[in-house]
């Protein structure tokens, strides 16, 4: 069974994903500890409401990833998902967590990731390209922004009347269905990080 660590910034609905699917049964994990980058983040109030820890990471004081490496011990965490996570993870907790962090991002990497591409701007960027496809990427964390080795994708039709609107609500139902069923590979042990890459057993 995991013990994770859910990192959020926004609304969390990828948490809620996640908590659903360990209800339902279907990811052998627990979630230890919920962390936000903001005080405000409403994913906090929601993992609060069903009695879940949580934290806030302050990103502006010196010593943020020993913080966030001694609540993670605090409550046990053996792995991580950046959940809608908007900052960057300090590369000592990268390091700490190496090859047990995933991230899930609203787009088909390693295209539309990176420094500055999240939640609408990625939507709208797949807009202005006129790509006719996008989707959900679930890759293992490094240093930078939206790189690692892939563990899973799914595709989504770009239609043309598409707003950066509709084209996340489509990309966010795959999320939900992805980020799990990531999750639970990671929990059976059957992913291998081999020459930069998520081999699947
Ligand atoms: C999700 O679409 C997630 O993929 C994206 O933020 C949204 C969070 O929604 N993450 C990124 O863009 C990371 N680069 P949620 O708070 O409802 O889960």
Same mark, same amino acid.
């Not at 820890?53 to 011990?73: F, N, Q």
């Not at 690692?148 to 996340?168: H, K, R």
């Given at each position: 069974?995991?013990?994770?660590?859910?990192? #959020?910034?926004?609304?969390?609905?990828?948490?809620?994903?996640? *908590? =659903?699917?360990?209800? +339902?049964?279907?990811? =052998?994990?627990?979630?230890?500890?919920?962390?936000?980058?903001?005080?405000?983040?409403?994913?906090? @109030?929601?993992?609060?409401?069903?009695?879940?820890?949580?934290? #806030?990471?302050?990103?502006?004081?010196? =010593?943020? =990833?020993?913080?966030?490496?001694?609540?993670?011990?605090?409550?046990?965490? @053996? &792995?991580?998902?950046?959940?809608?996570?908007?900052?960057? #993870?300090?590369?000592? !907790? %990268?390091?700490?967590? +190496?090859?047990?962090? $995933?991230?899930?991002?609203?787009?088909?990497?390693?295209?539309?990731?990176?420094?500055?591409?999240?939640?609408?701007?990625? *939507?709208?960027? !797949? $807009?202005?390209?006129?790509?006719? %496809?996008?989707?959900?990427?679930? *890759?293992?964390?490094?240093?930078?922004?939206?790189?690692?080795?892939? !563990?899973?994708?799914?595709? !989504?039709?770009?239609?043309?009347?598409? /707003?950066? &609107? /509709?084209?996340? &609500?489509? #990309?966010?139902? %795959?999320?939900?269905?992805?980020?799990?069923?990531? $999750?639970?590979?990671?929990?059976?042990?059957? %992913?291998?990080?081999?020459?930069?890459?998520?081999?699947?057993?």
């Amino acid at each position: 069974m995991l013990n994770i660590a859910v990192f #959020v910034s926004g609304k969390g609905s990828n948490l809620r994903a996640i *908590h =659903d699917a360990i209800v +339902q049964g279907t990811l =052998d994990a627990r979630i230890c500890l919920v962390l936000g980058s903001r005080p405000d983040a409403p994913a906090l @109030d929601w993992a609060a409401s069903e009695g879940i820890p949580t934290g #806030v990471i302050s990103h502006r004081s010196d =010593d943020t =990833d020993s913080a966030i490496l001694g609540l993670l011990e605090e409550h046990g965490a @053996d &792995s991580i998902a950046l959940a809608g996570y908007l900052k960057l #993870v300090p590369p000592a !907790v %990268v390091r700490a967590f +190496q090859h047990r962090m $995933l991230n899930i991002h609203p787009a088909l990497l390693p295209a539309f990731g990176g420094s500055g591409m999240y939640g609408r701007h990625v *939507h709208e960027a !797949v $807009l202005a390209a006129g790509v006719k %496809v996008s989707g959900a990427t679930v *890759h293992v964390v490094d240093e930078e922004y939206d790189r690692g080795p892939i !563990v899973m994708q799914e595709c !989504v039709p770009v239609l043309e009347d598409d /707003t950066a &609107s /509709t084209l996340a &609500s489509r #990309v966010l139902e %795959v999320e939900h269905r992805l980020f799990p069923r990531a $999750l639970q590979l990671f929990a059976e042990n059957r %992913v291998n990080i081999e020459n930069g890459k998520a081999i699947i057993q």
